[in-house]
């Protein structure tokens, strides 16, 4: 349903983006979001961007970190700047289509790691 592109290995600094490519149209979606978990850590909300094109963020990554959205290529993004050690991780996608009804889809994940 959900997969994540874009992770890889980059320098303290650098920028990357990453893709999570949906199955289903957007306009399903209440909520799609970020998370992310660094080994031996529980997984952290990173950002969300919902429906109406509306985003939020985690205070770790506010300012350096944005999330969009494109309909037509059924696709959510997070652009991540600035990137620091601690933003190692594996960063999953999710989308909240009715989590109240238990209709949510998560992705496996794409491996960031930042390092010089």
């Known amino acids: 349903q959900l997969v994540e592109s874009g992770g890889g290995l980059v320098t303290p600094g650098e920028s990357l983006r990453l893709s999570c490519s949906a199955s289903?149209?957007?306009?399903?979606?209440?909520?799609m979001k970020w998370y992310r978990q660094a080994p031996g850590n529980e997984r952290e909300w990173v950002a969300t961007i919902i429906s109406s094109g509306s985003t939020d963020y985690a205070d770790s990554v506010k300012g350096r970190f944005s999330i969009s959205k494109d309909s037509a290529k059924k696709s959510w993004y997070l652009e991540m700047n600035n990137v620091k050690p601690e933003d190692t991780a594996t960063y999953l996608c999710y989308a909240d289509v009715a989590a109240s009804l238990g209709i949510e889809y998560w992705g496996k994940g794409t491996l960031v790691t930042v390092s010089s």
């Open positions: 289903q149209s957007l306009a399903s979606i209440y909520a």
